[in-house]
């Protein structure tokens, strides 16, 4: 597997901050580049809700943190990183800008991941005069850091070389990485959690439930069964004995129903947004945002952690991934408390008196 040993992170908002904690809790130096002057204390924000949820996650020790500098350049950052991972906004112009000066600066062998939401890596590409062929779309979830999948796409230019070096890099520090066959807009999970989202804003708009009626529909039902299945398995479940092919026979001709809206978007406008906003607040603002990140993180790391314990104490899902990485993570503190302790033993160690130089003879 190849590891990585010196990371830059070219972001520092969410995403970029995820990225930065998920390499540095795991012992890697990362070289992180934002112009926001603000960065470096909402880097610090997501740093210590990571630190406290893989306090709870690793039992058996974390290693020790890696180096975390903030670069006063692109050219600074990326200079002696083998991995790169831009999360700047979502704009091709601002991605061509910012991909065409890390191309410029950073080692020939460092592969470049983005995490971009939607945007093809042959589109971002064509900003690359050096080294296109080592860009990949590395697109992962909130919170990075504890989420561990990320959908790896290649670009036209991209060596498949480069894709197998970044499944190896992401695996690495306890991600699954999946990679996309084909080039496609906002790939596969924006995909689904798009369709979704078109139809909540059609059933908020006309009334039908209310956010938090919503949300509960999804924590309380099928979002349960997808944490730990997913779709097509959950389905196949469903079928019965008969499996699959009975469940589609039993609910295919439904999809000729007028059941959906998915093609149809909602006017976006003002008194839509003030509708979800306003359910929303009264929904959730008894919480902070860092409350319900602590929140959020506990129940994930609970989760993981029950579906570490299932299919005979094999793990299941996410959850053998998780039982896997809490491992990985209790042998590199292992390393690092053997490495203190033989520099506490040669520290402790009595040094040998000098001999005394005898005279020399006259």
């Not at 070096?165 to 699954?176: N, P, Q, R």
Request: charge should be positive; hydrophobic fraction near 45%; charged fraction near 30%.
């Amino acid at each position: 597997m190849t590891l990585i040993t010196k990371a830059a992170t070219i972001g520092g908002g969410v995403i970029g901050a995820g990225w930065a904690a998920r390499l540095l809790l795991n012992g890697i130096d990362v070289s992180i580049f934002d112009p926001d002057p603000e960065a470096s204390r909402k880097v610090a924000e997501v740093m210590k809700g990571a630190r406290r949820a893989y306090k709870q996650m690793a039992t058996a020790g974390l290693p020790k943190e890696g180096k975390l500098t903030f670069a006063k350049s692109i050219a600074e950052a990326v200079s002696d990183a083998d991995f790169i991972q831009e999360s700047v906004p979502e704009r091709l112009d601002l991605k061509h800008k910012v991909l065409a000066e890390i191309d410029l600066h950073a080692p020939a062998n460092a592969i470049i991941g983005s995490s971009t939401s939607g945007i093809k890596p042959s589109d971002m590409q064509v900003a690359m005069t050096k080294h296109p062929e080592r860009l990949v779309v590395g697109h992962p979830f909130n919170p990075v850091y504890l989420l561990p999948i990320v959908e790896v796409v290649g670009g036209a230019q991209t060596y498949p070389e480069a894709i197998e070096v970044a499944k190896e890099m992401y695996a690495s520090i306890g991600m699954k990485p999946v990679m996309i066959r084909k080039e496609i807009e906002a790939f596969v999970g924006d995909r689904l959690l798009e369709a979704a989202w078109r139809e909540a804003l059609w059933l908020i708009k006309d009334g039908i439930c209310s956010v938090e009626e919503l949300d509960d529909i999804m924590r309380y039902g099928f979002g349960l069964r997808w944490a730990q299945m997913g779709m097509f398995q959950v389905y196949r479940v469903a079928g019965g004995e008969a499996g699959m092919r009975h469940f589609m026979a039993q609910f295919g001709p439904c999809l000729k129903w007028p059941w959906t809206k998915l093609m149809d978007v909602p006017e976006f406008n003002d008194e839509l947004v003030d509708l979800i906003a306003t359910q929303s607040d009264e929904q959730s603002d008894k919480w902070s945002i860092r409350e319900l990140e602590r929140i959020r993180d506990e129940n994930l790391v609970g989760i993981m952690d029950v579906l570490s314990r299932t299919n005979k104490g094999k793990g299941w899902g996410a959850g053998a991934l998780h039982k896997d990485y809490v491992k990985q993570l209790g042998k590199l503190a292992a390393r690092k408390e053997l490495s203190k302790a033989a520099a506490k033993a040669k520290a402790e160690k009595p040094k040998k008196k000098a001999a005394p130089v005898k005279a020399r003879k006259k």
